[in-house]
């Protein structure tokens, strides 16, 4: 069920959509879970128990493409050799305009800007900032990595 229009001022002047998806009471819809209906992606942003005992998730939908299967490049060093390479493999990544998740950890976090993408990395590599990742329409370097439940990367266009 469509909610409302959402300002997106830092991006653009469009109004992204907010839904109210509604599930069964018992089910759960956290903070930054993903909902699919049909072939659409939800980005949950809170939920709660309704009185009628609905359980309501406020969502976002998400912008195609939502998940792509990229080439990540590590860059990695040999202290024996004194030389710098990088290795490449091919993972599945989940990716979202910066604004639908970020957080800034202290005033030194580099700032987000117009453009930048929150990319969902598996735990199957180890993303470090300096690293560089092949999306479908570019490279983007990845700038800082959190620890979730995945690599949560802030990238930028390389």
Same mark, same amino acid.
């Given at each position: 069920?469509?909610?409302?229009?959402?300002?997106?001022?830092?991006?653009?002047?469009?109004?992204?959509?907010?839904?109210?998806?509604?599930?069964?009471?018992?089910?759960?819809?956290?903070?930054?879970?993903?909902?699919?209906?049909?072939?659409?992606?939800?980005?949950?942003?809170?939920?709660?128990?309704?009185?009628?005992?609905?359980?309501?998730?406020?969502?976002?939908?998400?912008?195609?493409?939502?998940?792509?299967?990229?080439? &990540?490049?590590? *860059? !990695?060093?040999? =202290?024996?050799?004194?030389?710098?390479? #990088?290795? $490449?493999?091919? %993972?599945?990544?989940?990716?979202?305009?910066?604004?639908?998740?970020?957080?800034?950890?202290?005033?030194?976090?580099?700032?987000?800007?117009?453009?930048?993408?929150?990319? &969902?990395?598996? *735990? !199957?590599?180890? =993303?470090?900032?300096?690293?560089?990742? #092949?999306? $479908?329409?570019? %490279?983007?370097?990845?700038?800082?990595?959190?620890?979730?439940?995945?690599?949560?990367?802030?990238?930028?266009?390389?």
């Amino acid at each position: 069920m469509f909610s409302k229009y959402v300002p997106d001022s830092d991006n653009n002047s469009k109004y992204p959509p907010q839904y109210q998806v509604f599930l069964a009471g018992t089910e759960e819809a956290p903070s930054d879970s993903l909902i699919h209906l049909d072939s659409r992606w939800f980005l949950v942003k809170q939920s709660y128990l309704s009185t009628s005992g609905l359980r309501v998730a406020l969502a976002n939908e998400l912008e195609e493409p939502t998940f792509e299967t990229i080439s &990540f490049g590590s *860059k !990695t060093y040999d =202290p024996i050799t004194d030389t710098s390479g #990088t290795s $490449s493999s091919t %993972v599945k990544i989940l990716r979202v305009k910066w604004s639908e998740h970020f957080t800034y950890l202290s005033q030194g976090s580099e700032n987000y800007q117009r453009g930048d993408q929150q990319i &969902f990395v598996p *735990k !199957t590599v180890t =993303p470090k900032p300096s690293d560089t990742l #092949t999306l $479908s329409d570019g %490279v983007w370097r990845i700038l800082s990595v959190q620890n979730e439940a995945t690599w949560s990367c802030h990238a930028r266009r390389a």
